[in-house]
């Protein structure tokens, strides 16, 4: 019998009525004879609301609190969802990171998984029922079994692995939009969903941008080869778009789409000493610090002095100024500066390292248009180039068409 | 070092800013040298505010689902205890009632404590932690772990069984009262706070509506010995009320307190056969379907006919309705009838049995305030009259002053 991970993120979930949705679009599919595992997140915005609370009682939440605290928007989701259920006559049941066997290490708000039991959910699915898995959250290994949470996006990481674990047929991601587009349909209404796209490609699209998936998800389907169909909650008729591991042969057009942050944190380190293993002693207490950096640039150097620019979340921001700064004697340098007036736009698809042009044709396209490039940054399959905060749309809409991407595969 | 379990309800949990000033109440108790264990509720409202969701979702939320969505609000608010306290320099960790150890039977709505394994609760203690614990919640001893509920007021449960497990030095219930009032002081402004009241006194004063302390919390606290003492949470002045086991030998007054309820629902029976057996016939499917029934009157019979007439919790009064017209043609009786324009007062006092006069002055008292009784209940410390609703106030003032309540002990 076929077996499928559903996954319903928060919109899909953010109230009784498309929480009674999602139940129909299930009872339907179980109808058919599938048996069926659904991963929820949190309720729309309960994750935010929740967080919210914590801050309003203390400005530095302990983070093992945190986690277990956060860990309750998805437990409710999923009791609900299996509410709905029992109302189309379908037997479910609602299981918790915990009782889901999801084990992690114990790294408070941003675990990662160690390992899945998968005894309770086969026989919950041995006897006929529905298995509704609260998403974003584990239990730690230690004897002490705290609840952990996964991060943002945790619950595509939940539903991926649950089906890497399970050996599932198929693993569904549904969401509120009609599945990976060519760049974001917000702003840029010539924008449509692709039918496909390789994992490597959907990495770089998430990290750049594009939120429909989250990039960890990607990388665990990528690694146990489970191809994940993001596709249309309410929309039943569009297909959505199919990550997989075998890039489509012979592209035409080999930029697969255009990725964005409105906003993102520069810094700008001055006066540092131009000598081996600075970097490392700059970007090592960044790195305990928590703070991811993207784009690095490091000018050439004058009178043995340069300057060090690199961007972060613009969430991370004051963050990296406050760790930069205290570490600016150790460095010997003279300064650090930030700002968050800039964001970024990235082009994305195999196979452009190896065509040159692309990365030309991306430049002269944010010249014509008047959009200055503040750094540059590349990986095999993407150019990012950081800019101006309020040109990021027009850049995404100018490369959209310089790139021919409103045209069909 | 003593050891003390302290309880904090709804209210006193019910915003970030009441949440602040429990830590500060707890930090301040920690600093003399005192370990502690505290159990809270749900924030405010918000266990009423999930059975509203669950309501929208279905019409017949499954049991086992709606327990693992009602133990949610409790791990909330342990978990921004726990986060506050560390603002004061504690260490507190915040533990799920399957974490505390708190096994149940699976009777999900209503489980009861079957047994608390104490290891990680001690564990936790001897770190030096403070222990916040998720009242409300166990899971069931089953290999399935599944979450249950110990019904409404089940954290005053909560805390009493632990700290009769771990052998706890002392039990203190906060609450939004000075303690244990002789009446509602809502209602009857001489009400005032006692100084102490005997188990068995408590429990009748909860069972026919005093609703600051749970039944059930009473009843375990009677079996194991733990004197709880219930007070104020904002009040810190207020020495509030200790429930204890030795009934206050020879007090001059017998009744302790006037308790009350404001609205019960009256059920009639009529012309039920009179013939052994019957009642059980009756009250059984009653039963079955989880109706309590309280005061039950059966009338003189009249050509081998009778009418039985008792009454429930307002809210069961469409559920026995139902059950009892079922089992009908089975009684062999002719109608059932049922309103809910009633109320119940009660006189509660230890010794009353044995001193005769105080049924007499309670009717007395009633009579010539105007309030018909339609219904009389006894047991060996309490007497209920059933009386119209909209007299159960003025009586409540009447008997309160008839017993000189408001006077000193």
Redesign the interface.
């Known amino acids: 019998m076929v077996l499928v991970v559903q996954k319903f993120g928060g919109s899909s979930v953010a ?2 009525e498309r ?2 949705h999602v139940a129909r679009r299930i009872a339907a599919r179980a109808a058919g004879g599938t048996r069926l595992v659904a991963v929820v997140s949190a309720m729309g915005s309960r994750t935010d609301e ?1 967080i919210a ?2 801050t ?7 983070p ?3 986690d ?2 956060l860990s ?1 928007g998805e ?2 989701s ?3 969802l ?3 259920l ?2 189309h006559g379908l037997d479910a ?2 299981l ?1 990171g915990q ?1 889901a066997g999801i084990r992690t290490d114990a790294v408070f708000g941003r675990a990662r998984i160690a390992g899945i039991e998968t005894a ?1 959910i086969e026989r919950e699915l041995a006897s006929g029922r529905v298995v509704i898995v609260a998403g974003f959250q584990g239990v730690s290994e230690s004897e ?2 705290d ?1 952990t949470t996964l991060g943002r996006g945790g619950s595509d990481t939940t539903a991926v692995a649950l089906a890497a674990a399970l050996g599932a047929d198929a693993c569904e991601v549904y969401t509120d939009v009609a599945g990976i587009y060519t760049a974001d349909p917000r702003i840029c209404a010539d924008a449509r969903a692709l039918g496909d796209i390789g994992y490597d490609e959907m990495l770089e699209l998430a990290t750049t941008g594009a939120r429909v998936m989250h990039a960890r998800a990607v990388e665990v389907g990528s690694l146990y080869g489970v191809e994940v169909r993001v596709a249309s909650t309410f929309d039943e008729q569009a297909p959505g778009t199919l990550i997989r591991g075998e890039a489509v042969m012979e592209q035409s057009n080999k930029v697969r789409g255009i990725a964005h942050q409105s906003r993102v944190g520069r810094v700008t380190v001055r006066g540092v000493p131009d000598r081996p293993g600075i970097a490392a002693r700059l970007f090592s207490p960044l790195a305990e610090a928590g703070v991811s950096v993207d784009t690095i640039v490091q000018n050439v150097s004058t009178e043995q002095l340069t300057d060090m620019t690199f961007t972060v979340a613009s969430g991370d921001l004051s963050r990296a100024l406050r760790t930069v700064e205290a570490a600016l004697p150790e460095l010997g340098a003279a300064a650090v500066v930030g700002d968050s007036d800039v964001g970024s736009v990235s082009i994305v698809g195999t196979g452009m390292a190896s065509s040159p042009g692309y990365a030309a044709a991306m430049f002269e396209t944010l010249y014509t248009h008047g959009v200055n490039i503040e750094l540059i940054s590349t990986s095999e399959i993407r150019i990012t180039c950081v800019v101006d905060a309020e040109k990021v749309n027009e850049a995404v809409r100018a490369l959209h068409e310089a790139f021919e991407l409103d045209q069909g595969e």
Do not use: F, G, K
């Open positions: 109230d009784a929480i009674r929740l609370l914590a309003e009682v203390t400005v530095d939440p302990r093992r609190e945190l277990v605290l309750t437990v409710v999923s009791t609900l299996s509410m709905a029992h109302d049941v609602s918790t009782q309770r002490d079994l609840v």
